[in-house]
């Protein structure tokens, strides 16, 4: 079984700073991409940032130059630096993992449960 724990969310005033981190855990063989996506009240969920097992990284071009998606491989965690945060940053971010649970086997998608960052201006 695997599960994937997000911490870091909370209450910050506009312009301010928070880090969001993931770890996955249970019986993991590889990850390969891991991500952050964000949902609004009343909005779709929308992807925030991806980085491969190589290092490669993605952004939501409303994020890009604030926010920074890196991951340490050892300790199957992803981390989300995001600084000059706003009020439209307010969501549900929610992490999740393309991995696979044995050798040669399928890759699934897992996500975890969310947290809450709410901006305040």
């Known amino acids: 079984q695997v599960q994937l724990v997000e911490s870091g969310g909370g209450l910050v005033q506009a312009g301010g700073s928070l880090r969001l981190s993931c770890a996955a855990s249970?019986?993991?063989?590889?990850?390969?991409?891991m991500g952050w996506y964000r949902q609004a009240p009343g909005k779709q969920r929308e992807l925030v940032a991806t980085?491969?097992?190589?290092?490669?990284?993605t952004y939501a071009d409303s994020v890009k130059g604030r926010f920074t998606i890196s991951r340490d491989n050892a300790k199957n965690t992803v981390y989300l630096q995001m600084n000059s945060l706003k009020p439209e940053d307010t969501a549900v971010y929610y992490c999740?993992?393309?991995?696979?649970?044995?050798?040669?086997?399928?890759?699934?998608?897992?996500w975890g449960r969310g947290t809450q960052v709410t901006v305040s201006s």
């Open positions: 249970g019986t993991i063989f590889s990850i390969n991409a």
């Open positions: 980085v491969t097992s190589g290092g490669s990284t």
């Open positions: 999740n993992a393309d991995l696979q649970t044995k050798v040669a086997g399928p890759t699934y998608r897992y």
